[in-house]
Structure formats: C-alpha cells, structure tokens
C-alpha cells in the first residue's frame, strides 16, 4: 500500500486547510486510515483515523476534536481532513497511515509527511 499526501501550508490563526491522502496498492486489505502529526522536539501522535468499511466511527485526538473532520472518498481511494479554527500548536508535519492486512497480519503504510504551520 503507497499513500500519497497533499495539502498543507502556510495558513494563520482561525484559518482552514484541508489534507488529502490517496492509497495505491493492494488497497483492498487497507482496513483504516487517517492522520498523524509531529510537531518539532515531539513525539508524533494520533490526529485522526477512521474505518474504510462504512459504518465504523471515526476516532480523533482530544485535542481536534471539533474542529477536524476525516472523510473518505472510497471511489477515489481517498481520505481527508478538514481542518478548522486551526491554532499555532496544529503547527506540525502531517502523515498520512493506513493500516492493511495480508490476512494473517497487519501492517502500517505511512505518507511522506506535509508541513502545516499556523502562524501570524
């Protein structure tokens, strides 16, 4: 499974951006994806993560939560976040996960990472 990520940039307090991340692959054993960020002298940390079946929930970090929105585009083999009001400790690079199985195991696929900056 490759991820490929898009998005990101240069945007100030308040402000939005959207992320998109597109899988390739064997993306028929992908069993969810999402967001992860890592800002500078941090640990990198779960942003966001849902289910490519339907009917699952989507999971977000506490610290999102109301303002992130993950959505999938499964026709496109595509997920995306949303992301509003956004606030200088957003200010991270973002990767892209999936995690995907061969049937007797899982495994992580991670995007190239994006840089956001919240900034004035």
């Known amino acids: 499974v490759q991820l490929q990520a898009s998005g990101g940039g240069l945007v100030q307090p308040g402000g939005s951006l959207s992320l998109s991340c597109a899988a390739s692959?064997?993306?028929?054993?992908?069993?969810?994806m999402g967001w992860h960020r890592q800002a500078s002298g941090k640990q990198r940390e779960l942003v966001a993560t849902?289910?490519?079946?339907?009917?699952?929930?989507?999971i977000y970090a506490d610290s999102v939560k109301g303002r992130f929105t993950i959505s999938r585009d499964n026709a496109k083999n595509t997920v995306y976040l949303q992301m509003n009001s956004l606030k200088p400790d957003d200010t991270a690079v973002y990767y892209c996960?999936?995690?995907?199985?061969?049937?007797?195991?899982?495994?992580?696929?991670w995007g190239h990472g994006t840089k956001v900056t919240v900034s004035s």
């Open positions: 996960h999936a995690l995907y199985t061969n049937g007797s195991a899982f495994y992580d696929s």
């Open positions: 692959g064997s993306i028929f054993r992908i069993n969810r």
């Open positions: 849902m289910p490519i079946a339907s009917g699952g929930r989507a």
